[in-house]
Structure formats: structure tokens, C-alpha cells
């Protein structure tokens, strides 16, 4: 993306629709209600896709990743870092023992996350987050329904 492009503009030539996320901006944090899966499962639905929601496990710090296991099956496929574009989905550690963290990448190397006791937002990639990444997946079926 060039500096002096609009993200929407950028997003269209790319071939991906920019969606209005600006309603998943500013929530608190509610574990299974307001978590970084919800989030991610909103940001889908706005573009009219929709994930299934899974149980959440009761020890985040002892748990395997429900994204890392349940990805594929639901219509994402693996990802390069190198070759992440605006729309994936990053999933890391921070903080737990396995990748617990997910986060949408959006133009400019921009993240929206959710990250636990605090309000979803937009931040930079910054290399904290780079240093976590763990995978990076795209969501690649054809249908609107991933399950």
C-alpha cells in the first residue's frame, strides 16, 4: 500500500472489501462474551461470513488454542508472516503457554484485538506483537457459513 493511499482503495485493488469495524472499537473485555474470538467471529460476520463459536476453555494459561485447532475445519488456511495481508488473522502468544491471542491485521500494519481486562482497539503491529505471532491464517472457503 502506498503512503498517500486510502486503506478502503488499497483493499479494493487488492480484491477484499473494506469493512466499517468501527462498532468492534471500544469494547470492554468479557471472557466469552467480549473476547478476542468474539472478535474475530464479529469481524467476519460483518463481511457476511459466519464462524461457529466454540466453548471456551477455563484455564487460559493450560489450554491448547480453539483457533489453532479448529482453523482449517472452519475454512482458514495457514498463512507466511512474510506474506500476511490485510484481513488475516494473526494468532499469538502472549502471556500463556500456547497461542491464545487473535488479532485481525488491517492495512498500514495496523492490528484490531481484544486483548484480556482492557478495550478492543487498533494498534500498531508493533514488535511485541511481530515476536508473538505464532500463525498466521486466511479465510479461504467459498460459502458464508464455516462450519
Known amino acids: 500500500m502506498r503512503r498517500d493511499e486510502d486503506p478502503v482503495a488499497y483493499l479494493e485493488r487488492a480484491g477484499q472489501a473494506m469493512v466499517n469495524y468501527q462498532s468492534l472499537i471500544g469494547r470492554q473485555w468479557e471472557y466469552g462474551k467480549f473476547d478476542c474470538f468474539t472478535l474475530i467471529r464479529d469481524w467476519f460476520e460483518l463481511q457476511g461470513i459466519q464462524l461457529p463459536d466454540f466453548d471456551r476453555p ?3 494459561e493450560n489450554c491448547e488454542s480453539i483457533f489453532l485447532q479448529q482453523a482449517v475445519a472452519i475454512g482458514f488456511r495457514a498463512v507466511q ?7 488475516d488473522v494473526l494468532i499469538m ?11 485481525v491485521l488491517l492495512p498500514n500494519e495496523q492490528i484490531l484485538h481484544q486483548r484480556q481486562d ?20 486466511r479465510y479461504a472457503a467459498d460459502r458464508k457459513v464455516a462450519w
Open 93 to 103: 502468544r502472549l502471556g500463556t503457554a500456547t497461542p491464545m491471542h487473535a488479532a
Open 81 to 87: 508472516f512474510s506474506q500476511r495481508k490485510p484481513g
Open 58 to 60: 477455563e484455564d487460559l
Open 118 to 137: 482492557s478495550l478492543s482497539a487498533v494498534e500498531p503491529l508493533r514488535r511485541y506483537y511481530v515476536s508473538s505471532v505464532a500463525a498466521v491464517f
